[in-house]
């Protein structure tokens, strides 16, 4: 027995009120997940310096008293304790994950979002929305948009006012891109906003970061011609969840993984304009990330 009308728009109701909750769900524990990643960064930079101080004191003052007194053990203490502030100086507790747990926690996450978009049937291109107004300072979150309809369609600005999860004109839905804890982290560890820096800063400074401070690559190249950004990620930690975020369709061919999503969020919150992530994978050899974004001009 077919239901009535009212039972559908009932029915209806209660699909949008559940893929609601859920969305805002997802969107807690992104926001939860990327707090935790700057505290551990935080963590990571900061420099035993008060024990390494202590020792480079007490080594020096030591050495002075060998001079004066002419004695060989205080030299050698002084030595040796100089010798351990250094080293403390520059040498600091980083514990190390392996990277199969970090796949698997984040794969779980995309695999919501891939049945969500799944139910939904949603078929625009997800779309890397700007800081709205741009240049906001402080500015630490992130939006993806995917319309219902196919293509590249965008809301309004008033229409992103309150951060909403369903958009309604043009309908489509909002999400927290998973790649905007890794945005935060790599503006923390250069030390600038990029809302006030540009695409050469970009170019010029990143693969440093991800090469010699995040290690999370051997080598990073970025190319810009035009409205269209070339990237080239080596020899990355993010390659196996890549060839897994590959078999989910509605994620892989819309925001991509956690990676190149924060390259997207990067490239919005840089050049101020809406990105697209036009393709994205792993080369043949299976080292390489290569990503090709898009920058709208509406």
Not at 16 to 26: D, K, M, P, T
Not at 217 to 232: C, G, P, Q, S, W
Not at 247 to 271: E, K, M, W
């Amino acid at each position: 027995m077919s239901e009535s009308p009212e039972e559908h728009q009932e029915s209806q109701s209660e699909t949008n009120r559940s893929g609601q909750a859920l969305v805002e769900r997802i969107h807690e524990l992104e926001n939860e997940k990327a707090a935790i990643s700057l505290r551990l960064w935080k963590q990571r930079r900061r420099p035993s310096g008060m024990i390494s101080y202590v020792l480079l004191i007490a080594g020096a003052v030591a050495l002075i008293i060998s001079i004066l007194q002419a004695s060989t053990i205080l030299a050698f203490i002084g030595l040796s304790l100089t010798f351990w502030g250094v080293l403390f100086l520059f040498v600091k507790p980083v514990k190390y994950v392996k990277p199969s747990l970090i796949d698997s926690t984040a794969i779980s996450s995309l695999e919501t979002i891939h049945r969500v978009l799944s139910d939904l049937d949603y078929k625009g291109t997800a779309v890397h929305l700007p800081p709205l107004p741009y240049f906001l300072k402080g500015y630490k979150g992130g939006t993806v948009y995917i319309s219902s309809e196919k293509g590249h369609l965008l809301p309004s600005a008033n229409e992103l006012i309150g951060e909403k999860a369903f958009i309604k004109n043009p309908k489509g839905i909002c999400l927290v891109p998973p790649g905007v804890g890794l945005t935060n982290l790599y503006e923390e560890g250069l030390g600038k906003e990029f809302q006030q820096v540009d695409f050469e800063y970009l170019k010029d400074n990143l693969p440093t970061l991800f090469v010699q401070d995040l290690e999370i690559a051997t080598n990073l190249e970025m190319d810009k011609e035009n409205n269209r950004i070339h990237v080239k990620i080596e020899g990355s930690v993010f390659k196996d969840l890549c060839r897994q975020v590959e078999a989910l369709g509605n994620v892989c061919n819309s925001f991509g993984c956690p990676l190149c999503s924060s390259i997207a969020c990067t490239l919005a919150r840089t050049l101020g304009k809406p990105i697209i992530i036009e393709k994205a994978g792993l080369t043949p050899d299976g080292n390489t990330i290569e990503a090709d974004f898009r920058m709208m001009e509406e």
